[in-house]
């Protein structure tokens, strides 16, 4: 089986990863793939960049078992998962979760769903560099909400 | 009573705080809320941090 989940610093190539989840399986109809990417906004403040922190080892265990979950709860092919750690700049990508399925509605509702579960659940976080000095990230009711949609509780950001 | 030793670890903003780890000596059977208890009165801890991950903010 291929590696479902990677963090590392290193960027990812969309293309390369879509095309090698859908390889050698000729029962893929649809891929639905999200790339989150470093914005110049913060929480109401301009900020230069970011630095991602993870717990190695821990990291990667959460978010294989969030695949394990999609997979049950979706009829869907195969999923990955890259995120980045370590300081990125504007515009780069962050995150990619790509899902492949035989329809597109399992694949477009797995990716939400795993996007959603590692906003809470895996153990990443965000500091933002601007002008007024790092910050660390706060945690968003908002996504604990969007946990919840899928009857899931969170509480992350309680 | 036979004692164990845990490291715990801290990361992010805690780890900025407190350092990226530490161990403490507690007896074998000591429950997780006995090991809070005991970084809270440790005077190698701030007493209000005694949550050792922050939400986490990734995606």
């Known amino acids: 089986m291929a590696e479902r989940v990677s963090v590392r610093h290193a960027d990812f190539d969309l293309s390369a990863e879509v095309a090698a989840l859908r390889s050698a399986d000729a029962g893929v109809g649809a891929v639905a793939a999200f790339v989150g990417t470093v914005r110049d906004l913060g929480d109401g403040a301009a900020i230069t960049g970011l630095e991602l922190e993870h717990y190695p080892g821990m990291t990667e265990a959460a978010i294989e078992a969030m695949i394990d979950a999609a997979q049950q709860r979706f009829d869907i092919r195969a999923a990955r998962v890259v995120h980045r750690v370590g300081p990125l700049r504007l515009g780069e990508q962050i995150v990619l979760v790509a899902v492949t399925a035989a329809h597109r509605g399992q694949a477009f509702q797995a990716c939400e769903f795993l996007m959603d579960y590692l906003k809470t659940q895996a153990p990443f976080w965000k500091k933002e560099l601007g002008a007024a000095g790092p910050r660390w990230v706060d945690a968003r009711s908002s996504d604990d909400a969007a946990l919840e949609r899928w009857g899931l509780r969170s509480g992350n950001a309680a | ?59």
């Open chain 2, 1 to 59: 009573m036979k004692a164990m030793k845990v490291h715990v670890r801290y990361f992010a903003s805690l780890r900025e705080a407190l350092g990226a780890q530490q161990a403490i000596e507690m007896p074998a059977d000591s429950t997780l809320g006995a090991l809070r208890d005991a970084l809270a009165a440790s005077s190698a801890l701030h007493g209000e941090l005694l949550a050792f991950f922050p939400p986490v903010t990734g995606g």
